[in-house]
């Protein structure tokens, strides 16, 4: 039990000394604190400049909120609760393996730091975003996970950083159902990683924003923002009562399993889901609503 609470210590203090790190030092490419908010301010420029509803709001509905949501799930949130259960759950399953004489390594296929760079970056990325996608089915599939997800839902206007509104519960599970296959194929230097992040971040807030692109022939590829919008409608279609769309960077999965939707333009539909009118409008009411729900 010791080692895990000096794990845990070293974990809050190694992640603290970390994002005052991040704030202070501005001189290096890979600083994700001013890379989110340089990411968010092109995005809302193109937002501004290019509006796809014109009768929005610059300060759209909730705006302040989720870029509240934004700062505090993408820094704070791993000061918090992420960095020391991650680090903790990382050695406790290694800890379970070493019991039967196994450890991660032993389910390593290659090492990707073995690899081209380009390469190495392309497999990390595409297993990635495809364990993603299967994580983000199970958000709405799973009764008792759709009603953390339904935070992210609750979005009631489009914009970039309705992004980042989502539950803190959510990041732990996609971080648990990505440590296997990431292990598999070994680990990333953090400033290789940061090239993956810093375009997913993008993508991720152009599917938000309210902008009515879709790339052309590489909306098959990638999510965009005329794809994003079907997946936040309030009215499903009968073949994908749980959902649909459920890219988060690449599109290309729902394409090959038949999850894609986009059938007119929908710039202007309803959003959130049913029942939202009832679901809570603050930051506080919405982080505790699935416990008051379950009691």
């Avoid at 193109?46 to 909730?62: G, H, M, N, V, Y």
């Avoid at 700062?71 to 949130?77: P, Q, T």
């Avoid at 379970?96 to 991660?104: E, N």
């Avoid at 799973?142 to 990041?171: C, D, Q, T």
Wanted: no cysteine; charged share 20%; hydrophobic share 50%.
């Amino acid at each position: 039990m010791g080692k895990y609470l000096d794990i845990i210590k070293n974990a809050y203090s190694g992640y603290w000394n970390y994002l005052k790190n991040e704030i202070i030092t501005i001189n290096h490419w890979d600083n994700f604190f001013y890379g989110l908010i340089v990411i968010s301010i092109l995005v809302w420029i193109l937002e501004i400049a290019f509006p796809w509803r014109k009768d929005q709001s610059i300060f759209r509905k909730d705006f302040w909120l989720d870029t509240f949501y934004m700062f505090f799930n993408f820094f704070l949130l791993n000061l918090i609760v992420l960095i020391a259960l991650t680090d903790t759950a990382a050695i406790f399953f290694d800890d379970i393996l070493g019991l039967v004489g196994l450890s991660i390594a032993n389910f390593q296929l290659f090492d990707v730091d073995e690899l081209p760079l380009w390469l190495g970056l392309l497999i990390f990325f595409i297993v990635s975003d495809f364990t993603q996608w299967n994580t983000h089915r199970l958000l709405h599939r799973i009764p008792f996970l759709w009603n953390f997800h339904k935070v992210h839902h609750s979005v009631k206007e489009m914009g970039f950083a309705a992004h980042l509104r989502y539950h803190w519960m959510e990041p732990i599970v996609y971080k648990s159902l990505l440590y296997i296959p990431i292990a598999i194929i070994g680990g990333f230097d953090a400033k290789h990683v940061a090239i993956v992040h810093f375009f997913s971040i993008t993508i991720g807030h152009l599917n938000h924003a309210n902008l009515g692109w879709d790339y052309g022939v590489l909306k098959y590829i990638f999510n965009n923002p005329k794809m994003h919008i079907w997946h936040h409608a309030r009215e499903l279609p009968k073949k994908g009562s749980y959902g649909v769309n459920f890219g988060l960077t690449l599109s290309i999965w729902d394409y090959l399993f038949k999850t894609d939707y986009v059938p007119y333009n929908g710039k202007d539909i309803e959003l959130g889901f049913h029942g939202d009118e009832n679901f809570p409008k603050d930051f506080v009411g919405q982080e505790i609503y699935p416990i008051k729900l379950k009691k």
